[in-house]
């Protein structure tokens, strides 16, 4: 999978939990890293936690979502 690609599907992952909270909580974004990782291990990167990097993305994309959505207002 292409950097992009990766960066579209958190991304999108992202956008999705947003729908349901603006500030997912730390436990959130853990159960959400551990689904993505069970059901496409292939995402699991081969340094640190299997989940770390995940969460991290995703937070960045929580912070990219908010900040657009705050530009728009």
């Known amino acids: ?3 992009e690609t990766r960066s579209q599907f958190y991304l999108t992952v992202a956008s ?3 729908n349901y909270k ?3 909580s730390a ?3 853990k159960n959400v890293a551990d689904a993505i990782v069970q059901k496409y291990a ?3 990167p081969s340094v640190g936690t299997p989940t770390g ?3 991290q993305s995703l937070v ?3 912070k990219e ?3 657009k959505k705050a530009t728009n207002i």
């Open 22 to 24: 603006c500030y997912p």
């Open 60 to 62: 960045n994309c929580f």
């Open 27 to 29: 436990k959130d974004c």
């Open 16 to 18: 999705s939990m947003v």
């Open 53 to 55: 990097a995940i969460i």
């Open 1 to 3: 999978m292409t950097k």
């Open 42 to 44: 292939f995402l699991k």
């Open 65 to 67: 979502l908010r900040r």
